[in-house]
């Protein structure tokens, strides 16, 4: 593990002056925590994976790999049984969840998923490692950062534990930052984030930023672009089956919707995964257009669109949802993220469009 280069310490300028550049970084801490934390000493290898579906190691050494550690791209970093578990996020991602913190000196943060490490590291750096504690399921994950961690000179508290319980024992921090997806902000949260707080966290595709009020209760709006983080672990994602052949029940009738129209647009699949968290979905392309849909669910709900006719099965009907939340986005102008917000308590969370008078779902 090669700590720092001069070739090294140039590309994270480069990175740097991208990431202000293009307007993600405005706070000039960030800007030096970008320069100053080397991310190939938390990604000394990662994973590309080929069109033949066959995983591809790329080490230090490799031409090219330090360029592409430095990139504005999203790195994988753990494939289990063939699927990417684990990955150092696109760092446009990552820094726009930082900022979107409002850290102060001295602040306290708990991170939920340290993954590789790198995250942690720009948080120790901004704050000093004393004020960082971070949660991460995977204790291999956890062994490799915590050495990387200590080579870079950083010291927060790095822990084993499900993120979605928090860190009890910590007391209550200024600021929570979650790099995990999330189908719900957990309520055990809000007791670990002090009245006035920021909690910043995926939630389907987007990423939201919720004020704590004094009432243990938080809400606030979603930030502006996607968030496709990889989920939770063992909370069960959309592990159903795409198209079951033909199971024992089934719902057959015309499609209001065709499948063409709706998976075109990033806001209306945004829209969805707040209304369907969890559900796998796909669509089948011919000449550049969309011919069929797939949804699919792990209590074995699942549906296909295509010519014109809508098949479902299992205990919901995942096609009736998607023309519902069609015509609900239509309605509302096909709003962006931004005019989402959530709200929540203990009993959960409440996705709005515009005020919290007016839900997603009714």
């Known amino acids: 593990m090669t700590l720092d280069t001069t070739a090294a310490s140039a590309l994270r300028g480069a990175l740097a002056a991208h990431l202000t550049e293009s307007g993600t970084l405005t706070d000039p801490a960030w800007r030096r925590a970008v320069e100053t934390v080397p991310r190939h000493v938390f990604v000394p290898e990662f994973l590309r994976q080929q069109p033949s579906g066959v995983w591809e190691t790329v080490a230090e050494g490799r031409p090219g790999y330090l360029e592409e550690v430095y990139a504005d791209v999203s790195l994988t970093t753990q494939v289990t049984d063939g699927r990417a578990t684990s990955s150092s996020s696109q760092p446009d991602l990552m820094l726009t969840m930082l900022e979107a913190l409002s850290v102060d000196e001295g602040m306290t943060v708990l991170e939920i998923a340290t993954g590789s490490g790198y995250n942690a590291a720009l948080l120790s750096e901004r704050l000093g490692s004393e004020n960082v504690t971070s949660v991460e399921i995977d204790p291999d994950l956890v062994a490799l950062a915590r050495r990387r961690l200590t080579a870079c000179g950083y010291s927060p508290l790095v822990l084993v534990g499900d993120g979605r319980r928090g860190h009890v024992e910590g007391g209550q921090r200024d600021r929570l930052i979650a790099t995990v997806g999330m189908d719900g902000i957990p309520a055990a949260w809000l007791s670990q984030v ?7 966290s995926p939630l389907g595709w987007g990423n939201v930023r919720l004020v704590v009020g004094d009432n243990g209760q938080a809400e606030g709006r979603f930030l502006p672009g996607g968030s496709f983080f990889m989920a939770v672990r063992e909370a069960g994602g959309n592990a159903g089956v795409p198209y079951p052949g033909k199971p024992d029940a089934l719902a057959h009738r015309p499609a209001i919707v065709d499948p063409s129209v709706p998976f075109t647009e990033d806001a209306f699949k945004f829209a969805l995964s707040l209304m369907l968290p969890s559900v796998g979905m796909a669509s089948e392309t011919e000449g550049g257009v969309n011919v ?3 949804l699919w669910a792990a209590d074995g709900s699942w549906a296909r669109v295509e010519d014109g006719q809508a098949l479902q099965g299992g205990p919901r009907r995942l096609w009736d949802v998607v023309e519902r939340a069609w015509t ?17 308590t203990e009993d959960g969370h409440r996705v709005w469009i515009d005020q919290p008078s007016k839900p997603l779902a009714e």
Do not use: D, F, T, W
Request: hydrophobic share 30%; charged share 25%.
């Open 328 to 344: 609900r986005y239509k309605g509302n102008g096909r709003p962006v993220r931004e005019r989402y917000g959530v709200s929540v």
């Open 292 to 294: 069929a849909a797939q």
């Open 194 to 200: 002090k009245p006035g707080g920021i909690i910043v």
